[in-house]
């Protein structure tokens, strides 16, 4: 066990993309924590399949490394706001945080949303300038920019004076000044041995020790994470768990862990300010605290920012239900929709009226795309409605979430991306031009603004634009309509199985969503109108097979490509009356109410509704 002055503890914050778990990468291999010959493979953190596809850090993991006989605990968290739980939690974890700001592109919104998160914890910040070697770095600005967001963000005074470290994770190098870089990480480590406090909490003290993450291991069950906030903990210690609620519950600690590289290592104790992992505690839970059976004495609950946006999840009732998945009833939907909110503490599920339906809400369409990713790769197969965002009443206001939008675009697409932001009631904040052909620009945007955005963005920009968002506050409601599709929708009058001939006769109608020879039924949308109204098609009609022969050749005919939709574009697609089946295999999207005739009833009802009839 190390000595409390030979101990700190670090997280490492950042917006998305500014190279935090590179730089964990290079302060893993040259802590001497791996053999020579052991192989480290690339963004060694990010463990889940869905990270290294995307590239992104979506769980909060920690790791540990020795340098100079100090042991070095280090997280590493997500930068997107829609991850921004798992950043609150870890801010209990730690005597310091590591603010990584890519030294070309400076603060961008989630930067501002973890600092301010850092800065009411009290903790000391290092400021790492990271991608130094980029051709158009500017560090004196970003430096400049880092200080002014300290100032916005009420820092204390012995937060403004914090240390500059500029480094390249990518190229493993770090100095002082940015012209003085040595071909080590060492003065990183050395800024983190100076400035970062070891922890101050008294060993003698009773047992208190906040679960900050949670873990599964097939053999040993659930596995609680955090910082022993004081007293020791040993194994086969008996502790009282005490739940959210107060509840106190004695259990045994079967197996304690410490951290070292990327391995959980077995330890027989650990003391006050050690971050661990516990076994044996069957049902324990994020948020809950483990206390000296003598003295249970909790600690306060984890303040989490509330949730934003809210979706339906439905059980599948598709014509097709049941064919590419394993788990289609509403009991293993509940099932595992609440084993999820056991680890993820920014998400919230409430059960409705009906047994087959449950809104489920969390920070952004990435947050819950996510969710439903991970599940259709369980084998879980079902039905999600439109994104919707969770209002508010404040002060006898109706209140909505309000988005900080930055946006980096080329100058020729300045003009186009303004109108059509214009057109979803965003607020221009602030503009700045480099003299580099690009253009950054901050909006204030009602968060109904950006569902579905992000597609029409990349199209007016070519692919050349960047977009930030992150959750600034609630304001007073926006009168009027809010962004939404334009367009209407072509769909399918009959199931079938859909024909080259049959598509070729609707395509001049609009843009095609499948292939031919792919299985449809009656309602299913297989294709966005030209025009605003939905339109009936039938895809799946054969050529009458004839002795007539017709004058075109055929076969030299080509079918335009389809629009493909990914999980997150199916999804910012969908309108108030329509439904994104989910299975294993398929992503599809239908009409709540499959028949016509059931449509147009229901479209008479509501229209004599709004008349008030």
């Known amino acids: 066990m190390h000595s409390r002055d030979k101990i700190r503890n670090i997280a490492i914050i950042a917006h998305v993309d500014h190279g935090k778990t590179t730089l964990v990468d290079q302060l893993l291999r040259q802590s001497g924590t791996f053999r020579d010959n052991e192989q480290l493979q690339e963004r060694a953190m990010d463990s889940n399949d869905l990270e290294r596809e995307r590239g992104i850090t979506i769980l909060a993991k920690n790791t540990a490394v020795n340098y100079k006989d100090t042991l070095i605990n280090i997280v590493d968290t997500p930068g997107h706001a829609d991850f921004g739980g798992e950043v609150e939690r870890i801010m209990k974890m730690v005597d310091g945080v590591l603010l990584v700001v890519d030294a070309f592109e400076g603060c961008m919104p989630q930067t501002k949303f973890v600092l301010r998160k850092a800065l009411q914890q009290g903790l000391t910040p290092v400021v790492v300038l990271n991608k130094i070697d980029r051709p158009a770095a500017r560090p004196a600005e970003v430096v400049d920019e880092v200080l002014e967001l300290f100032i916005e963000l009420e820092a204390s005074d012995e937060q403004l004076d914090f240390p500059v470290v500029y480094a390249s994770g990518l190229n493993g ?277 950006l569902i579905g955005y992000r597609t029409n963005f990349l199209t007016l920009t070519r692919g050349y634009g960047v977009m930030n968002h992150a959750f600034d506050s609630y304001g007073p409601m926006v009168g009027g309509q809010v962004g939404g599709r334009h367009q209407g929708v072509l769909i399918a009058s009959e199931t079938g199985k859909s024909t080259m001939y049959g598509m070729l006769s609707v395509e001049d109608r609009g843009i095609l969503f499948l292939e031919p020879g792919q299985d449809v039924y009656e309602g299913m949308i297989v294709g966005e109108h030209t025009r605003d109204n939905d339109i009936i098609v039938n895809i799946c009609k054969e050529k009458a097979l004839n002795n007539i022969r017709t004058a075109n050749k055929e076969e030299t005919v080509k079918l335009k490509s389809p629009r493909l939709m990914s999980l997150e574009e199916a999804l910012e697609y969908l309108n108030d009356d329509e439904l994104c089946e989910i299975t294993p295999k398929s992503i599809r999207l239908r009409k709540k109410l499959l028949n016509k005739s059931e449509r147009d009833r229901a479209e008479k009802h509501r229209r004599m509704a709004e008349a008030g009839v």
């Open 173 to 449: 190098i770090a100095g002082n000044t940015p012209d003085d870089l040595q071909e080590t990480m060492e003065p990183l480590y050395e800024m983190i041995l100076e400035h970062i406090p070891s922890p101050k909490e008294n060993p003698d003290e009773p047992l208190q020790f906040l679960v900050t993450l949670l873990d599964y291991n097939e053999y040993l069950g659930r596995i609680a994470i955090g910082r022993v906030n004081r007293g020791q903990i040993r194994q086969g210690q008996v502790v009282a768990v005490i739940d959210r609620e107060g509840t106190v519950k004695q259990s045994r600690i079967e197996k304690l862990f410490g951290f070292q590289g990327l391995k959980r290592i077995e330890v027989e104790e650990a003391a006050a300010g050690d971050i661990v992992a516990i076994a044996g505690l069957k049902e324990i839970n994020i948020g809950e605290t483990i206390a000296d059976p003598g003295n249970p004495e909790a600690l306060p609950v984890l303040a989490i920012d509330e949730p934003t946006l809210q979706m339906t999840f439905l059980v599948n009732n598709s014509p097709f239900v049941g064919r590419e998945g394993k788990w289609v009833t509403s009991r293993k939907l509940r099932e595992r929709l609440f084993k999820e909110i056991e680890t993820d503490v920014s998400l919230r599920v409430e059960e409705t009226d009906s047994p087959d339906a449950f809104i489920v809400s969390g920070r952004g369409e990435l947050h819950l795309g996510i969710l439903i990713e991970n599940m259709r790769r369980e084998g879980f197969e079902l039905q999600v409605s439109k994104p919707e965002v969770i209002l508010k009443v404040i002060d006898g206001v109706k209140s909505e979430p309000i988005e900080r939008l930055l946006i980096d675009v080329p100058e020729e697409s300045m003009g186009a991306v303004m109108e059509s932001l214009g057109t979803r009631k965003a607020e221009m904040v602030n503009m700045i031009n480099n003299g580099t052909g690009q253009v950054r620009l901050e909006f204030l945007i009602p968060a109904r603004g």
